[in-house]
C-alpha cells in the first residue's frame, strides 16, 4: 500500500529480504517472524500428482517450489517497528484469466499507515481489529471506521491513510492488489504525500526553489519539512511523543484535507509556471479522487460486513457466502468478488467449477486439503493446507476443499468477477450429473441408465457434503510437525 512499500526504492531495500528460498516461500508469516524478524522456514512437502499427460506417480514436492496452483512467492515489502506487510504475487500463464497479488498486513497498536496512494487498486478485508481508512472523495476528506469483516475498496490513484485504534489489539488486514492500472514499475509503486528521508515524499524529489515556489515558503521550512519523517511507512502514534503524523490526526479535518490536497495543488502552480511535469500526470493518477469521475456524493460508498450477510447457502455440514457487485456497487467497478466458507469437521464443499471467473483462496482457520483437476482428467493438485495458506484455482478447473476431521476449516478469498458466478457443481443433489441423469450421460459413461442412476442418486446431499472418509485425520501441527499460524483467531 505505497510508494516503496510494494516496489522499494533503491533507498529502502533493506526492509526487502535478498534470500530468494526465503522469498518464494508461500507462507505469509505476519506473526511468524522470529526474534530477528525473518521469516522462519517450513520443511514440510506437499503431495502433488498427475501433470500434463496424466501419467506419473507421485511426487514430493518442496513448499518453495513453483506449485502452480499455490501461490508461493512471498515477500516482505515493508516492515518498521510499527507494522509489516508482506505480498504474494500472482502466479502467471495463459490459465489466470487476471492477475492478483494477495497482500496481508499487519500494524501494532496506535500506529499508522501514512497518507499515500498507489498505482494499484485495493479491496480491503478487515481480519482482525478495529481502524480507521481516511481518503479523498470529490475534494474531500471522508473516514471510515473499519471492524472485523468489513470489505472496502480503494480504486488505483486514491489518497488515503490507515489507522489501528486499538489500544492493545493488532490490526490484520488482507486486500487483494489488482495490478492492471499499475505503471509496470514492478508488483506495483505506492506515491507517498507525506515522509521525509524515510519514506521519501513525492515533493522531494522537486528543486528547493521550485517547492518554496509553490508553497509560498522559505527554503528552510521545506529542508525541515522534507527531512523529520525517518520512521518508516508505518509509524507510531504516542502521547508522550507525538510525531508529524500524532499531529496530522489530530488536526481538524480541514487541515487534513488541504494537506492531502496539497500535491495537486502543486501541480497546478507548476504549469502556470510552465514546468514540464514528469511522465506521468499527478492529476490523472488521481482523476478518481479529484477529476470529474466523482460527481455524486453517495460516491463515497460504506464498507460492507461479510460477517453480518446472510448465508447463500447453509446445511448441516457448513455454510458460504458470496458478495457481488449487485450487492456492494464497489465490486462493479473492481472487477472483484469476495467469498467466505466454513466447513465443519470433515465435510467437503462438493467437487464444482467457476465457470465465470479464477479463484484466489486464503485459509483463515482450521486445516484441510485441496485438490484441483486438470482439462485432461488428471489430478494437478492434493495439497494439505493449514491457517495462512493460499492457493489459486483457474476459471474452469475442477476443484474441491475437504476440511479435516478434527475442526472447522474457514477460507476468505477473492474472485475475478464481481458478476453472480453460479459455481456448477459436478455430483451431488441438484449437480450437472444429477441434471443430465439419463441415456445421454449413461452413454458417456458406458454404463446402462439403471446403473448409472443408482450411483448418483446415493448422494442426497448437495453443495457441502459428508465426507469423513476422505478428509485428512487430523491438523498436520499434531502430525508432530512444527507450524507458526498466519492470520490466527483468538
Known amino acids: 500500500m505505497h510508494a516503496s512499500l510494494f516496489h522499494l526504492l533503491p533507498t529502502n531495500t533493506a526492509t526487502l529480504s535478498t534470500n530468494p528460498e526465503k522469498r518464494t516461500r508461500r507462507r505469509l508469516g505476519l506473526s511468524e517472524f522470529d526474534d530477528n524478524g525473518e521469516k522462519q522456514t517450513d520443511p514440510r512437502a506437499v503431495t502433488a500428482r498427475g501433470g500434463g499427460g496424466g501419467g506419473g506417480g507421485e511426487e514430493q514436492r518442496p513448499w518453495g517450489s513453483q506449485e502452480p496452483f499455490l501461490m508461493q512467492d512471498s515477500r516482505t515489502v515493508l516492515r518498521t517497528d510499527a507494522g509489516a506487510m508482506r505480498v504474494l504475487r500472482s502466479i502467471g500463464g495463459r490459465i489466470i484469466q487476471k492477475p492478483m497479488h494477495i497482500g496481508f498486513i499487519q500494524m501494532e497498536p ?99 526553489d521550485v517547492l518554496s515556489t509553490a508553497l509560498n515558503t522559505s527554503r528552510e521550512v521545506v529542508r525541515e519539512m522534507l527531512s523529520r519523517q525517518q520512521q518508516g511507512p508505518i509509524v507510531y502514534l504516542t502521547e508522550a511523543a507525538p510525531s508529524v503524523w500524532t499531529k496530522f ?71 458460504s457466502i ?118 445421454q450421460l449413461a452413454a458417456g459413461f458406458g454404463l446402462s441408465e439403471q446403473a448409472l442412476r443408482q450411483i448418483i442418486d446415493n448422494q442426497r446431499e448437495g453443495v457441502i457434503l459428508p465426507t469423513p472418509e476422505v478428509a485428512p485425520p487430523e491438523p498436520m501441527e499434531e502430525q508432530g510437525e512444527d507450524k507458526p499460524k498466519v492470520m490466527m483467531v483468538v
Not at 187 to 204: A, D, E, K, M, N
Not at 294 to 311: A, G, M, R
Not at 323 to 352: I, R
Not at 367 to 393: H, M, W, Y
Open 322 to 439: 458470496a458478495l457481488q457487485g449487485s450487492e456492494y456497487n464497489p465490486l462493479k467497478h473492481s472487477g472483484t468478488g469476495v467469498y467466505l466458507v466454513n466447513l465443519t469437521a470433515g465435510s467437503m464443499m462438493a467437487p464444482h467449477v467457476n465457470p465465470t471467473a479464477t479463484e484466489y483462496g486464503i485459509v483463515l482457520r482450521g486445516s484441510g486439503r485441496i485438490q484441483i483437476v486438470t482439462p485432461n482428467g488428471s489430478l494437478a493438485l492434493d495439497a494439505k493446507v493449514n491457517e495462512g495458506d493460499v492457493f489459486c484455482v483457474p476459471r474452469y478447473f475442477a476443484f474441491c476443499q475437504i476440511a479435516s476431521r478434527t475442526g472447522p476449516f474457514e477460507f476468505f478469498g477473492f474472485t475475478t468477477s464481481a458478476r453472480e458466478n453460479r459455481p456448477q457443481f459436478l455430483v451431488g443433489a441438484h449437480s450437472i450429473l444429477h441434471e443430465f441423469l439419463g441415456p
Open 110 to 208: 496506535r500506529s499508522l499507515l501514512i497518507p499515500q496512494y498507489l498505482d494499484s487498486s485495493l479491496l480491503l478485508f478487515d481480519r482482525r481489529g478495529e481502524a480507521r481508512l481516511g481518503f479523498i472523495c470529490k475534494d474531500e476528506l471522508a473516514t471510515r471506521d473499519l471492524k472485523p469483516g468489513d470489505v472496502f475498496w480503494i480504486p488505483a490513484g486514491t489518497a488515503f491513510y490507515l489507522e489501528n485504534l486499538e489500544e492493545g489489539q493488532r490490526l490484520q488486514i488482507i486486500t487483494s492488489i489488482d495490478p492492471s492500472e499499475s505503471l509496470g514499475l514492478g508488483l506495483f509503486q505506492s506515491f507517498f504525500i507525506g515522509g521525509g528521508t524515510y519514506p521519501r515524499t513525492v515533493l522531494g524529489g522537486f528543486d528547493p
Open 249 to 319: 490526526l489530530q488536526s481538524k479535518e480541514q487541515d487534513r484535507l488541504n494537506h492531502l490536497k496539497r500535491m495537486v495543488e502543486f501541480n497546478r502552480e507548476l504549469k502556470k509556471e510552465g514546468k514540464k511535469a514528469a511522465a506521468w500526470s499527478w492529476r490523472k493518477m488521481l482523476s478518481s479522487v479529484f477529476g470529474e469521475e466523482n460527481k455524486k456524493k453517495d460516491d463515497c460508498d460504506d464498507s460492507y460486513n461479510l460477517y453480518n450477510k446472510p448465508h447463500d447457502f447453509e446445511n448441516r455440514y457448513g455454510w
